[in-house]
């Protein structure tokens, strides 16, 4: 069974860089045809789709965030990660990453961001 | 950007009874449409994929329908577990602008 589990930083100052990484276990990160996401949820809202990346490197950005994020992986530690840059109290949020062939079946349990200086 | 909008807000079901929750799409997603259950401090559950498909291990209470811009989650007779938010996903663009709905709240009556 496929499990994701989020770390970074709890705590980013207003103007600072978000940095989280996902890291997958119970498979490969590089198999199948699958993309690895990240996807945050400030507290009592909805879902917001940030990017995504396939193991070659592509990605594809959610438009309104696209000029602050990053996302990256590493094959040989079966992680991706997950930089957003110039973050404001905006960004504050339950950031998780998903694995995704389209939709999302496996889920990180999630990990709260708080943007204060 | 495709909007999904999901109705009602909030919805007030009694155990055993059926749930019927909607979402709209702004612009058809022809089939592309997924439904999640989200617990409180849990992260969200795949439910439902391709509008109608069960996800591995969801049992058959659960079932969605739709094409197009309608689409509806049905769950045949509720218990206790599946008081819970629940929102729609679209995965029709290219290249891809995932959206969500804005959730809708199944509560007990």
Known sequence: QVQLQESGPGLVKPSQTLSLTCTVSGGSISSGSYYWSWIRQPAGKGLEWIGRIYTSGSTNYNPSLKSRVTISVDTSKNQFSLKLSSVTAADTAVYYCAREADYFDYWGQGTLVTVSS | ?109
């Not at chain 2, 807000?9 to 019927?20: D, F, Y």
């Not at chain 2, 089939?31 to 069960?54: F, H, V």
């Not at chain 2, 996903?89 to 290219?94: K, S």
């Open chain 2, 1 to 109: 950007e495709i909007v999904m909008t999901q109705s009602p807000a909030t919805l007030s079901v009694s155990p055993g009874e059926r749930a019927t929750l909607s979402c709209r799409a702004s612009q058809s997603v022809s089939s592309n449409l997924a439904w999640y259950q989200q617990k409180p401090g849990q992260a969200p559950r795949l439910l439902i994929y391709g509008a109608s498909t069960r996800a591995t291990g969801i049992p058959a209470r659960f079932s969605g329908s739709g094409s197009g811009t309608e689409f509806t989650l049905t769950i045949s007779s509720l218990q206790s577990e599946d008081f819970a938010v629940y929102y729609c996903q679209q995965y029709n663009n290219w290249p891809p602008e995932y959206t969500f709905g804005q959730g809708t709240k199944l509560e007990i009556k």
